[in-house]
């Protein structure tokens, strides 16, 4: 059997502002195949580079509050991150989004300076007008296209040859469909309201069973309930959520002598590995 050709799949998002963190995700859990992991501080920036081994791109802000800059690292803004990215990679695809904007010459010659290298730098007022690709779509485009130019058996694959129109158009889409790539995101934020901290990340995979109806799946966890269809992967994914609460509650208020077994057990040490408790609401 044909192994499924290699696809990009997970990028790193690194930006210490929250409402620019909530619309990555959606952006990508709703227009994209691309699973995005967050890293709100330049030390979880590079623990993610040291741990993670399948990270396809990075796409990073430039400027960070001094509690979110790295002294461990010595590392002060974006530029200075992706240089700690690509010394560990040099391979790596590194894109970056500012208020700044791309034509900032200074920030040009910083990046030039330090050899890193940018595929595209992104302003983050003009990134999403109405009628244009979003950000993450965009990215997914170059990195699918990038696959294609260096993997002739993917090329094979899709039955493709020319390679004009394919940032435009929905190829992307199109050649996941096609290859019936899976849908990955990850869960890194619980619903307000909760009193669940998640410690990791938990990968999950959007699935849609009929015309423009998702189902978002945590089977690294192995939940076994059937969820009800979602109009939206970021709606599936925030009802995945709300029903991994309602069983972490359940598992936990359960008496301490009681002495879980089977899927009980092994659902609440997964859990267990996940979230932690916050007294705060």
Not at 97 to 115: D, F, L, V, W, Y
Not at 123 to 139: H, M, R
Not at 165 to 178: I, K, T, V, Y
Not at 217 to 235: F, M, V, Y
Request: net charge negative; with cysteine; glycine share 4%.
């Amino acid at each position: 059997m044909m192994k499924t050709p290699k696809l990009p799949t997970k990028m790193l998002f690194v930006d210490d502002e929250i409402t620019m963190c909530k619309r990555i995700l959606k952006e990508s859990s709703d227009y994209t195949h691309l699973g995005v992991l967050i890293a709100s501080d330049l030390d979880s920036a590079c623990e993610c580079i040291d741990t993670v081994s399948d990270i396809d791109a990075i796409l990073v802000d430039m400027n960070f509050r001094e509690d979110a800059k790295s002294s461990k690292h010595n590392l002060s803004d974006g530029i200075d991150f992706i240089s700690y990215a690509q010394s560990k990679r040099s391979d790596l695809p590194a894109f970056v989004i500012t208020m700044e904007g791309p034509q900032s010459a200074a920030r040009h010659g910083e990046a030039t300076g330090k050899n890193v290298l940018i595929r595209e730098w992104y302003d983050k007022l003009s990134a999403n007008q109405p009628g244009k690709l979003t950000v993450c779509e965009q990215i997914e485009r170059r990195l699918i296209l990038d696959a294609l130019k260096t993997n002739p058996g993917l090329r094979q694959e899709v039955g493709m040859v020319d390679s004009s129109g394919w940032l435009e158009s929905d190829f992307a889409d199109s050649l996941c469909r096609m290859l019936k790539y899976p849908r990955i995101s990850y869960l890194q934020d619980m619903p307000l309201g909760s009193n669940l901290q998640i410690l990791k990340p938990i990968e999950v995979l959007c699935q849609e069973v009929s015309e423009g109806q998702f189902v978002a799946k945590a089977t690294k966890i192995g939940l076994l309930i059937e969820l009800e269809p979602r109009d939206t992967p970021s709606e599936a994914i925030q009802s995945l959520a709300e029903i991994i609460e309602e069983e972490w509650h359940s598992l936990k208020s359960l008496p301490s002598e009681a002495k879980l077994v089977g899927y009980a057990k092994l659902l609440r040490e997964r859990l267990e590995d996940h979230f932690k408790e916050s007294n705060a609401p």
